[in-house]
C-alpha cells in the first residue's frame, strides 16, 4: 500500500479539488472491534460527531477519541485541515498480527471485521445526508496548533507527510 506518501500524492494531484472535501474516514488501524473514531484533537468534529454516534450505540462503536494519531493515511489530510477520522479500534492484537507473516485472514474476528465495515457505512452515510458540512476546513496555524497540543514535533510531520 502507498500508505501516508500516497495519500501525500493524492493531495497533490487533487489539489484543486480538496475544498470539496467534507471529510477523510481512514480505517487502516487493524480489524480489532470498532470502538468508535479518532477525530484528531478537533473539537469542532468531535461535537459534530456526537449525534453520528448515537447511531453507532448498537455496535458499541460510539467513542470518539480526541487523540490526534497523525500515523496512517488520514494524516496528510489533517495537515491540510481536512476533517480526519481515523477508526478506532481495539489493537492489543495489531503488532503481534498485522503487517507480519502470520498476517492471514484467518487470524482476522469476522465479526468485528463486519462491524468495523458497518460502523465506516454508517458514518459515511450520516456525513453525506446532513445539510452541512461535518466541520471547516482549519487553516495552517490551527493543525500547527493541533500537532502542537499533542507534543507531534511539527516540523517533523510536514517534511514527512506535507506534498
Known amino acids: 500500500e502507498p500508505g501516508p506518501p500516497g495519500s501525500a500524492m493524492f493531495i497533490k494531484r487533487h489539489a484543486t ?8 474516514l481512514n480505517s487502516d488501524n487493524g480489524a480489532g472491534r470498532a470502538r ?12 459534530a460527531m456526537r449525534p453520528i454516534t448515537q447511531r453507532l ?3 458499541r462503536a460510539d467513542g470518539l477519541s480526541m487523540d490526534v494519531t497523525c500515523g496512517s493515511d488520514e494524516c496528510s489530510f489533517l495537515l491540510e485541515g481536512i476533517p480526519a477520522l481515523k ?6 492484537q495489531y503488532r503481534q498480527v ?5 498476517d492471514t ?6 465479526n468485528s471485521f463486519r ?15 446532513q445539510e452541512t458540512r461535518l466541520a471547516p476546513h482549519i487553516g495552517q496555524d490551527a493543525v500547527r496548533h493541533l500537532l502542537r497540543a499533542a507534543t507531534l514535533d511539527v516540523d517533523l510531520m510536514y517534511s514527512l507527510w506535507k506534498p
Do not use: P
Open 87 to 92: 477508526l478506532w479500534v481495539d489493537t492489543t
Open 17 to 24: 479539488e480538496l475544498a470539496d472535501c467534507i471529510a477523510v
Open 105 to 110: 485472514f484467518d487470524k482476522v474476528d469476522s
Open 115 to 129: 462491524a468495523g465495515g458497518a460502523v465506516v457505512a454508517a458514518t459515511a452515510h450520516a456525513i453525506a445526508d
Open 36 to 47: 468508535g473514531w479518532y477525530v484528531n484533537g478537533r473539537r469542532d468534529v468531535r461535537n
Open 98 to 102: 498485522h503487517h507480519q507473516a502470520s
Open 57 to 59: 450505540r448498537d455496535l
